[in-house]
C-alpha cells in the first residue's frame, strides 16, 4: 500500500550543486504533480504532467526541469540549486488527467531540502 | 488578490466543540473543492471533496459549498486532540489552487 514514494526524504546541498528529487506512484494514475511548500505560502505547483511525455509548468517553474519517464515516475531536477529553492517538496499524483482534473491529488511524504 | 484565502489562525478550540474553518475562492467556474488535512511535519492528506452546492457530511466532518458567493467550508463536529493540524482549502480551477493554511489547535 505504498501510494506516493520519494526519495530521499531530507537533502542538504551547496549553492549551485545539482540533484534529482524522485517520485514514483502505484495507483495507476495518469496525472502527477511537483509542488513546494514554504511557510505561510501553502502549496505551489512546480510542474506537472498529464501523462506519460507530456510536461507543462505551473505557478513557479523557474529553476527546476522535469521528466514523466513512464506512467510511474516523475522526477524533479534542479540544475545549479540555490538558497530560495530550500523548501519542502511536494510529489502528488490524480486518477484525473492534467491540471483541469476534478479528481483529488494524492501526496508523497515530501523531501525537505535544504540550500546553503 | 490571493485566489483561494482561508481565514486566518491558529483557531483554538475546546475538546468537543465545533470548529469552522472558511475559504473564499476567485474564480467563478471552480468546479471541484477539496479540504486537505496536514500534520506538522508531513504530508497533506484528502479528507473531503465537494462538487455541488449544500452539505457534504463524512462522519465528525461537514463541508459546505456555495457557488454563488464563491464560498467553501469545513466544520468539525465534537472536535479531538488528534483534530489538531493545519487544513488547507484547494479548489480546482484550470489548476489545483491551495490557501495558505487553517492551523487547528484543540485544547483538552
Known amino acids: 500500500n505504498a501510494g506516493v514514494t520519494q526519495t530521499p526524504k531530507f537533502q542538504v546541498l551547496k549553492t549551485g550543486q545539482s540533484m534529482t528529487l524522485q517520485c514514483a506512484q502505484d495507483?495507476?494514475?495518469?496525472?502527477m504533480y511537483w509542488y513546494r511548500q514554504d511557510p505561510g505560502m501553502g502549496l505551489r505547483l512546480i510542474y506537472y504532467s498529464a501523462s506519460e511525455g507530456t510536461t507543462d509548468k505551473g505557478e513557479v517553474p523557474n529553476g527546476y526541469n522535469v521528466s514523466r519517464l513512464n506512467k510511474r515516475e516523475f522526477s524533479l531536477r534542479l540544475e545549479s540549486a540555490a538558497p530560495s529553492q530550500t523548501s519542502v517538496y511536494f510529489c502528488a499524483s490524480s486518477e484525473g488527467v492534467g491540471a483541469y482534473s476534478n479528481q483529488p491529488q494524492h501526496f508523497g511524504d515530501g523531501t525537505r531540502l535544504s540550500i546553503l | 488578490q490571493k485566489e483561494v484565502e482561508q481565514n486566518s489562525g491558529p483557531l483554538s478550540v475546546p475538546e468537543g466543540a465545533i470548529a469552522s474553518l472558511n475559504c473564499t475562492y476567485s474564480?467563478?467556474?471552480?468546479?471541484?473543492f477539496f479540504w486537505y488535512r496536514q500534520y506538522s511535519g508531513k504530508s497533506p492528506e484528502l479528507i473531503m471533496s465537494?462538487?455541488?452546492?449544500g452539505d457534504k457530511e463524512d462522519g465528525r466532518f461537514t463541508a459546505q459549498l456555495n457557488k454563488a458567493s464563491q464560498y467553501v467550508s469545513l466544520l468539525i463536529r465534537d472536535s479531538q486532540p488528534s483534530d489538531s493540524a493545519t487544513y488547507l482549502c484547494a479548489v480546482n480551477d484550470y489548476k489545483l489552487s491551495f490557501g495558505a493554511g487553517t492551523t487547528v489547535t484543540v485544547r483538552a
Open positions: 465537494i462538487y455541488s452546492n
Open positions: 495507483m495507476n494514475h495518469n496525472s
Open positions: 474564480d467563478r467556474v471552480s468546479q471541484s
